[in-house]
C-alpha cells in the first residue's frame, strides 16, 4: 500500500522477500513525488503490473502529469515496472552508465524474470531518454524540487539517489538498506564511500531501496555502515590468513546472522563478492 510520509512523497514498501509469482517481484521500495505541475516516479517497480498498480496510485493522488520515471540502478525489481509508465511519454531517467548496464544485463534479468513471474509478466525493457553524469534537477512545481546525483561504483556502476529539498526527503534506492541484507554488486569499499558522501545530504528522512519506507536520515545508516566496514575487516583479514574464498564464505561476517532478514540468501555471496575485490590489494 502506498502511504504519503511527507506532502507529496509517496512510498510503498516492498516485501522482504525474493520475486516470486505470488509477489510480482514487489520486493524493493518505489515511490513518487507530486508537484504542482508534474510528477516524478522514483523507482516504476519489478514487474509490468507491480507499475501498473504504481501507476494507479499515482492518477488517485493527483491530477498533475507523469513526466519523470527515475530508474536508481539496473536491478530488475527496480526498473521493470517502467513499461506500465511509457504510455504517459514521460523522460526515463537513469545514471550515464545505466544503458551500458541493460545491454549486458538487461535480456537475461527479463528472461530469468519471466521464468519466475509467468510468460509477458516482467515488462519490457525501458531505456532511459535522460542521463545523469554527475546532476540534474527536476522542478516538479510548488517547491517541489529534485536533485538527482550520480554515484560512483558502490552498491551497483550505476547508482542515482535523489533528494527532495522542500520536504528533506531522500531517496537513496538501494544504496541503503534497513532489517533486509544488503546486496553487493559492485565496490564494497566504493560503498562505504558513496554512503559517507551521502551523508552530507540535510535530509530529515530517508527512504531507502529496501525496508521502511520512512526512516531518519544519518541515523538509519548505521547498521549498514556496521555491516559493511565489518565485511571489509573480516575478509581482509581471511586473505592475510590464507584463507580461500570457499573457506572465507562460511566464516566472515557470521556475527551478523539474526540481524538481517535474507542473510542466508545473500551473505555467501557478498562475501564472495568482497573476496574478488579485496584479494588485489596484496
Same mark, same amino acid.
Given at each position: 500500500m502506498v502511504q504519503e510520509i511527507a506532502p507529496g512523497i509517496f512510498a510503498r514498501r516492498g516485501v522482504d522477500e525474493d520475486a516470486t509469482a505470488a509477489?510480482?517481484?514487489?520486493?524493493?521500495?518505489?515511490?513518487?513525488?507530486? /508537484? &504542482?505541475?508534474?510528477?516524478?516516479?522514483? +523507482?516504476?517497480?519489478? !514487474?509490468?503490473? +507491480?507499475?501498473?498498480?504504481? &501507476?494507479?496510485?499515482?492518477?488517485?493522488?493527483?491530477?498533475?502529469?507523469?513526466?519523470?520515471?527515475?530508474?536508481? *540502478?539496473? *536491478?530488475?525489481? *527496480?526498473?521493470?515496472?517502467?513499461?506500465?509508465?511509457?504510455?504517459?511519454?514521460?523522460?526515463?531517467?537513469? *545514471?550515464?552508465?545505466?544503458?551500458?548496464?541493460?545491454?549486458? &544485463? /538487461?535480456?537475461?534479468?527479463?528472461?530469468?524474470?519471466?521464468?519466475?513471474?509467468?510468460?509477458?509478466?516482467?515488462?519490457?525493457?525501458?531505456?532511459?531518454?535522460?542521463?545523469?553524469?554527475?546532476? +540534474?534537477?527536476?522542478?516538479?512545481?510548488?517547491?517541489?524540487l529534485l536533485r538527482l546525483q550520480a554515484h560512483a561504483l558502490a552498491h551497483s556502476d550505476c547508482d542515482l539517489s535523489a533528494f527532495e529539498q522542500q520536504t528533506g526527503t531522500l531517496f537513496t534506492g538501494d544504496l541503503l538498506f534497513v532489517q533486509r541484507i544488503p546486496s553487493l554488486d559492485g565496490s564494497l569499499k566504493g560503498w562505504l564511500t558513496e554512503l559517507n558522501s551521502l551523508k552530507s545530504v540535510a535530509a530529515r528522512r530517508a527512504i531507502p531501496g529496501h525496508g521502511p519506507v520512512s526512516v531518519k536520515w544519518p541515523a538509519a545508516s548505521l547498521d549498514l555502515e556496521r555491516y559493511l566496514n565489518g565485511l571489509l575487516r573480516e575478509t581482509r583479514a581471511a586473505i592475510k590468513k590464507g584463507i580461500d574464498i570457499d573457506a572465507a564464505v562460511g566464516s566472515?561476517?557470521? !556475527?551478523?546472522?539474526? &540481524?538481517?532478514?535474507?542473510?542466508?540468501?545473500y551473505q555467501g555471496h557478498n562475501v564472495t563478492q568482497a573476496y574478488k575485490e579485496l584479494e588485489w590489494e596484496h
Amino acid at each position: 500500500m502506498v502511504q504519503e510520509i511527507a506532502p507529496g512523497i509517496f512510498a510503498r514498501r516492498g516485501v522482504d522477500e525474493d520475486a516470486t509469482a505470488a509477489n510480482d517481484d514487489a520486493i524493493a521500495n518505489i515511490g513518487f513525488v507530486v /508537484g &504542482r505541475d508534474a510528477v516524478a516516479v522514483i +523507482d516504476p517497480g519489478g !514487474s509490468l503490473q +507491480d507499475g501498473q498498480r504504481l &501507476r494507479a496510485s499515482i492518477l488517485k493522488a493527483t491530477r498533475a502529469p507523469i513526466r519523470y520515471v527515475v530508474m536508481t *540502478h539496473v *536491478h530488475p525489481d *527496480h526498473i521493470f515496472g517502467a513499461g506500465a509508465f511509457q504510455q504517459d511519454r514521460p523522460e526515463f531517467i537513469g *545514471h550515464q552508465k545505466l544503458p551500458q548496464a541493460l545491454a549486458v &544485463r /538487461g535480456d537475461y534479468y527479463r528472461k530469468r524474470l519471466e521464468e519466475i513471474l509467468g510468460a509477458g509478466r516482467a515488462g519490457p525493457i525501458v531505456a532511459p531518454t535522460r542521463l545523469v553524469q554527475a546532476q +540534474d534537477r527536476l522542478d516538479l512545481g510548488g517547491g517541489k524540487l529534485l536533485r538527482l546525483q550520480a554515484h560512483a561504483l558502490a552498491h551497483s556502476d550505476c547508482d542515482l539517489s535523489a533528494f527532495e529539498q522542500q520536504t528533506g526527503t531522500l531517496f537513496t534506492g538501494d544504496l541503503l538498506f534497513v532489517q533486509r541484507i544488503p546486496s553487493l554488486d559492485g565496490s564494497l569499499k566504493g560503498w562505504l564511500t558513496e554512503l559517507n558522501s551521502l551523508k552530507s545530504v540535510a535530509a530529515r528522512r530517508a527512504i531507502p531501496g529496501h525496508g521502511p519506507v520512512s526512516v531518519k536520515w544519518p541515523a538509519a545508516s548505521l547498521d549498514l555502515e556496521r555491516y559493511l566496514n565489518g565485511l571489509l575487516r573480516e575478509t581482509r583479514a581471511a586473505i592475510k590468513k590464507g584463507i580461500d574464498i570457499d573457506a572465507a564464505v562460511g566464516s566472515v561476517g557470521q !556475527s551478523e546472522r539474526g &540481524r538481517w532478514s535474507l542473510f542466508d540468501a545473500y551473505q555467501g555471496h557478498n562475501v564472495t563478492q568482497a573476496y574478488k575485490e579485496l584479494e588485489w590489494e596484496h
